[in-house]
């Protein structure tokens, strides 16, 4: 069941590109998580799809507003405002929520987006460097052992070789 509902949601999400994207990977990653935690839970189609559409928009508030995470935290209040009151001024379309299912997704977004907010925001706004993944470097000797070069050789860093090698593969 669990293999379904991930390609359920990468034909959703469009990821064609999830086994060799790390964005792509990362995103499935987040919104199947999200989606068994609320399972778990034994939210109701409605109260899934809701927290699905927090998921979305805490995400989409990070990548194309760019918001901090404290803007992201302030939102994130606004929209559960209302909730456990049925027919509060306040409410933002999720009050079919009560004050224990708020609390638990407070917590769960703390633990999972927020916790990890800094990786979200390289993930969104940072180019990525190309990945080398495979490469061999090879060191020929020119003098006798124990000489100035040798020496000089052995000294080499793994920065320092790995810094001429190409680069291969994007993310």
């Known amino acids: 069941f669990l293999a379904e509902s991930v390609l359920q949601l990468e034909e959703f999400l469009d990821f064609k590109l999830y086994k060799t ?14 989606f068994w935690w609320a399972k778990e839970m034994g939210f109701s189609q409605i109260e899934l799809s809701g927290f699905m559409t927090l ?10 507003e760019h ?19 049925p027919h509060s001024e306040k409410s933002s379309g999720l009050n079919f ?4 299912q708020a609390k638990a997704i407070i917590s769960y977004l703390k633990s999972s987006l927020f916790q990890h907010y800094k ?6 706004h940072s180019p990525r460097e190309e990945l080398v993944i495979g490469n061999e ?3 020929e000797k020119l003098q006798k052992k124990g000489t100035k070069d040798d020496r000089a050789i052995e000294q080499f860093t793994c920065k320092e070789r790995l810094k001429g090698l190409g680069h291969v593969i994007f993310f």
């Not at 998921?55 to 194309?64: I, K, P, R």
């Not at 929520?97 to 224990?100: C, G, L, R, V």
């Not at 990786?119 to 969104?124: A, S």
């Open 55 to 64: 998921l979305n928009l805490l995400l989409e508030n990070l990548n194309t």
């Open 119 to 124: 990786l979200y925001e390289y993930l969104f």
């Open 137 to 139: 470097v090879k060191l």
């Open 97 to 100: 929520f009560n004050i224990d």
């Open 21 to 34: 994207s790390l964005k792509e990977a990362v995103l499935l990653d987040y919104y199947v998580s999200g």
């Open 67 to 85: 918001m901090t995470l404290q803007d992201n935290i302030k939102e994130l209040g606004r929209t559960m405002a209302g909730v456990g009151q």
